[in-house]
């Protein structure tokens, strides 16, 4: 079975731009979150979507949104970027029966010049 | 909240010899407490988790981790090092619920360097 998709894989943007990353999960998972992994840090958690619905926020602005489609699929949206937005951003998928374990995708590495 | 502190940014060890990295965990409520490993340009692995249960438990390659509730730890051990194992190491907690759902808390991360 395919694993968590993400792309793109790699992404360069300026300063006050806007980026949409995309996430796959893993067949038969209704749950997606993203997390935020600076370099040289552990992942941080923005957002946990479940059929459709927010359902878990970490401590991020508001330049930060996220939606996830009918398929489960999500997308992580950056207003105005920042230089400190540079960063792999991670998707994890979840079997909601065992809603603990986290699958992770390979990331997007986004750099902002 | 919760929060988690991994002892030790890097850590060394010669092939054959044990891994042992450390991490010690803070929460009001029972965690769920987990090990992902990093190899480079790459997303996080699943080795291990703890929920409820058996308190040692066995993970993917060998290794294996004892969640110790007196001393809030769940170190990561392996008895013998291999070159393959040389990466990065997240030891991570969740509780769920609320406004923590869905929420995995991470450690700064430890570094293994195998040397040959």
């Known amino acids: 079975d395919a694993g968590v998709t993400q792309s793109p894989t790699h992404l360069i943007k300026t300063r006050g731009q806007q980026v949409t990353l995309r996430c796959s999960p893993i067949?038969?998972?209704?749950?997606v979150s993203w997390y935020q992994q600076v370099l040289g840090q552990g992942p941080q958690f923005i957002f946990q979507?479940?059929?459709?619905?927010?359902?878990g926020r970490g401590n991020f602005p508001d330049r930060f949104s996220a939606r996830q489609f009918p398929n489960y699929s999500s997308e992580l949206n950056v207003n105005a970027l920042l230089l400190g937005d540079s960063a792999l951003y991670l998707c994890?998928?979840?079997?909601?029966?065992?809603?603990?374990?986290?699958?992770f995708g390979p990331g997007t590495r986004l750099l902002v010049l | 909240a919760q929060s988690v502190t991994q002892l030790g940014s890097h850590v060394s060890v010669s092939e054959g010899a044990l891994v042992l990295l450390r991490c010690n965990y803070s929460?009001?409520?029972?965690?769920?407490l987990f090990w992902y490993v990093q190899y480079p340009n790459q997303g996080l692995q699943l080795l291990l988790k703890?929920?409820?249960?058996?308190?040692l438990v066995k993970g993917i390659n060998g290794f294996e981790a004892e969640f110790k509730k007196s001393e809030t730890s769940f170190h990561l051990t392996k008895p013998s090092a291999h070159m393959s194992d040389a990466a990065e190491y997240f030891c991570?907690?969740?509780?769920?619920?609320?406004?923590?759902?869905?929420?995995?808390?991470f450690g700064q991360g430890t570094i293994l360097t195998v040397h040959p």
């Open positions: 703890y929920t409820t249960g058996a308190t």
């Open positions: 929460s009001s409520v029972p965690p769920y």
């Open positions: 979507y479940y059929e459709k619905e927010e359902r």
């Open positions: 991570a907690v969740s509780v769920g619920g609320g406004t923590s759902y869905g929420k995995l808390t």
């Open positions: 067949s038969g998972h209704k749950s």
């Open positions: 994890a998928s979840t079997l909601m029966r065992d809603q603990e374990t986290q699958y």
